[in-house]
């Protein structure tokens, strides 16, 4: 099957859209009728006949953003230990891709594997950290348009000198 760029870059904005920020319609193995969660290829089986996507190529987009050690999606989704955020990941990934495919752009290079797990497995330490802090009862005063990242340990604010 031919890649269709465009459709893909939509069809993959729709899947990260469906699935919401925190994942919480992504699931392991195939449906769970009672939450409406799916897993990678159920959702992008759905949305692609709701939406009337066809040829799109977006499941061959996200094959080659899975990380090397990985033959095939289902078997990621499934087995994978990283939850939602590794899977977010590689939704961005495959974006990234058919977007540096739409445009004309050179993909973007492969760093030594090591690095390149030691820096993802990074960039999801950082994100589950962002979305404890979102959730913890110190920040919720922080509206979602000003958060920013602070220290686990708040520091005691200095009194005022008269």
């Known amino acids: 099957m031919r890649r269709d760029p465009a459709r893909a870059v939509k069809l993959l904005d729709l899947m990260l859209e ?5 994942g919480h319609r992504w699931a ?3 449906h ?3 939450t409406g969660a799916r897993c990678l290829v159920g959702a992008m089986n759905h949305l692609r006949s709701r939406h009337r996507i066809c040829r799109d190529g977006a499941g061959r987009y996200l ?13 990621f989704n499934d087995e994978h ?10 939704l961005a ?16 290079v492969k760093a030594h594997q090591p690095r390149r797990e030691a820096s993802l497995r990074a960039r999801i330490d950082l994100l589950s950290q ?17 958060y920013i990242l602070c220290p686990n340990e708040p ?4 009194p005022m000198a008269a």
Do not use: H, N
């Open 18 to 22: 469906f699935f919401g920020e925190d």
């Open 28 to 30: 392991r193995g195939w």
């Open 32 to 34: 769970d009728p009672r």
């Open 63 to 75: 094959d080659d953003a899975l990380p090397a050690r990985w033959r095939g999606l289902i078997k």
């Open 81 to 90: 230990e990283g939850g939602w955020f590794e899977v977010l990941m590689v």
């Open 93 to 108: 990934k495959a974006r990234q891709l058919a977007l540096c495919e739409l445009s004309g752009t050179p993909k973007p």
């Open 130 to 146: 962002i979305y404890e802090d979102r959730c913890s009862p110190r920040v919720r005063w922080i509206t979602k348009d000003t």
């Open 155 to 158: 520091v005691e604010a200095l």
